[in-house]
């Protein structure tokens, strides 16, 4: 390991070859493996103010960083944890939090922004992370992707069926998303209705690129579910329909269930595991709905949020590939793989 005085004594060796031995610059450059001009700046330093400029200088600065075993230490920490697991109030990591672990667990204190500069040098960045509930079963998850859902796709094809996967969402006139251009310093004002009204959707999709909709009046229940099925299957009359859905409580309604009976298997309903809407791809067809499509609009009036809502449903029917697109999640891949 070099000593802390190693460079000073470097310079003032160099410095002596050409002052008092009459040495070129150029030779003991070479024989020091610096440039030229570096050994020529320290024998200007020297002329101008003598041995003291070459002397090594302490720097100040940031306080000391992390080690490589700290850092090592500090991802597992970070990546994959839950910082309430660490006693924290937050459930994602902030600077200040990550800068207060390190100090616990190494006993180094940082700033913020020396937090977030070593972040980054580890390849980590602030990222917006997905949100899962922690009701879900992995276990049930995993089993309806590689059995649960195979067995239905192998029946629907025996008898020649069609299968969705159907889901319920709500829009109400105060969503808004984007954004518009404006002066720095100055937000833009979009004008729209300070009223509040909602309007319910059902849809369903199927991996072939077909969408089925409709706009719901009043509460989404029973009743309106039974429509809705009938509709879907009205639509389709010469197939049987396999419909896949959440554990809305609409969906297990014993009216419903007496309902898909007495369809003698023209109609089936399966159930997705609980708390795993990244299982469905209809949750697509709201955020194209409502997020690239009516967030973006000014809304005026309780008929010109349905209107809107049912003019981006029949767009988006009549864009078979892009609901094909879809299932191009990663998470959707067990639907057509």
């Known amino acids: ?50 041995l003291r400029e070459l002397q090594t200088k302490l720097r100040s600065g940031r306080p000391p960083k992390l080690t490589s075993r700290q850092r090592v230490r500090l991802v597992p920490y970070l990546v994959g944890t839950d910082p309430r697991h660490l006693r924290f109030a937050f459930a994602l990591w902030t600077r200040e939090m990550v800068a207060e672990l390190i100090e616990v667990k190494f006993e180094v204190v940082m700033s913020p922004s020396g937090v977030g500069r070593i972040l980054r040098r580890m390849g980590l960045s602030p990222q ?26 192998a029946e629907a094809a025996k008898v020649g069926g069609i299968v969705f996967l159907g889901d319920e ?42 969408l089925h909709f409709r706009i719901v009046e009043g509460k989404v229940n029973a009743a309106a579910f039974i429509d809705y099925c009938e509709r879907l299957r009205h639509d389709h009359p010469r197939r049987p329909v396999f419909l896949i859905v959440d554990g809305h409580p609409a969906h297990w309604a014993r009216a419903v269930r007496e309902w898909v009976a007495s369809t003698n298997g023209r109609f089936r309903l399966f159930y997705l595991p609980g708390y795993s809407p990244q299982l469905n791809p209809d949750e697509w067809v709201w955020k194209n709905v409502k997020h690239d499509r009516i967030g973006k609009a000014g809304i005026t009036s309780l008929e010109d949020l349905r209107s809107k809502a049912e003019g981006a449903l029949q767009r988006l029917a009549g864009l078979p590939h892009l609901v094909k697109s879809f299932f191009a999640d990663p998470k959707l891949q067990y639907i057509v793989g």
Not at 22 to 30: D, P, S, T, Y
Not at 129 to 142: L, S
């Open 128 to 153: 917006p992370p997905g949100w899962r509930a922690y009701q879900a079963d992995p276990q049930a998850v995993a089993t309806w992707r590689t059995v649960a859902f195979p067995l239905i796709k």
């Open 169 to 210: 969402a709500s829009v109400r006139s105060d969503y808004h998303a984007g954004t518009t251009w404006g002066r720095v310093g100055q937000t833009p004002v979009v004008p729209t209705t300070g009223a509040r009204y909602s309007v319910n959707m059902i849809s369903a999709v199927s991996a072939r690129g077909k």
């Open 1 to 50: 390991m070099m000593r802390a005085d190693e460079p000073a004594r470097i310079r003032r060796w160099a410095v002596e070859q050409v002052t008092r031995k009459g040495a070129r610059v150029e030779a003991v450059a070479e024989a020091l493996g610096y440039g030229r001009s570096t050994v020529f700046g320290w024998v200007q330093k020297y002329a101008a103010c003598g």
